[in-house]
């Protein structure tokens, strides 16, 4: 283990990543995970920006850096499993947005990037486990997903593998500073740890440590429920105006999700799994009497506009990044996060792609 430069607060997807990816290339890296259910375990993996454009905000920016983030999947799925011997369920097969009605063909058609038009008679051809009331679809070709689950799992282990560290069970609870550059952390226990660089990557519980706007990051829920893969179910992620189906090599298939705001808890409620389950089944027929696995809830990390908070602290102190805010696509974003906080922390670089997410908008 190396004397840390850089400490990470926040041991979720994009913290492990940006670990990883500084461990890797020699630089001394501490992750603290707080043990908060992360939103990462909570994720069902999609790695989509073809659908999600009209969902977020960040305009252009976020779509190109969704781009990037993916065609970065691609090559750092392989490099990861390697390093950690885990196997990440990725899968690049694509993923397939059907219409069921006016109003989801026209927000899917409106995607930019959306993917190619298929209508009734071909998307019940390429997916026979479509219900025959669907009305049109869009596949994204390059679209895809990974199990967050085990790419959490395995990038603690990449990250250790390649010299970084991993404490679990305590919390930053404040920044340590050294006239106007960071000097460490502080954590929940009193305890300092020494750092000249701080990452704030820690989801929706960022008060105290970022110094940004009330209300700027606010917790958005998400309930989700998984289901046993019986015969007839999809082969690809399939996604509707009402919920996504993600079939995951285990044997589940993973529902989700819903969105509710400012909702702290945990407790996935009845009546909307149940609705959740509903908009599933008629999307899938076949579905319908598959067992129960399991039913969860997690705390995406939204920000006012949509878009994540990726950069420098504008108000100092020298040496603290955030990364955060990255809402629905934290898995999908985790890569293209990690390499701009590596090219700055390494290179003293801000790339371009992060320019319109500083913390700066919002003030
Ligand atoms: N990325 C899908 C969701 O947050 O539900």
Redesign the pocket.
Known sequence: MRKPDVIIAGGGIIGLMTGWMLARAGVGVTVIDAGAPAATLA??G?L?PSF?NALHGGGGALAAFSQESLRRWREIAPELMEVSGVDLDFDAGGILAVAFDDFEAAAFAADAGGGDYLDRAEALAFEPSLSSSVRAAWFAKNDGQVDPRRARKALERALIHDGGALIRGKRVAGVARYVGNVAGVILDNGERLSARHVVIAAGARVDGVANLPKGAVFPVK?E?LAIARVAGAPKRVIRTGKA?LCPKADGRIVI??S?IKDDWSLNPDERRIGALHACAMAAVPALEDAPEIERWAGL?PATKDGAPVIGPAPEGPDGLFYALGH???G??LAPATADAVAAFIQRGRLSPSIAAFSAARFT
Do not use: I, K
């Open positions: 994720a069902a999609m989509s999600e998400g989700a996504y989700g999700a969105e995406r809402y629905r696509n898995v999908l």
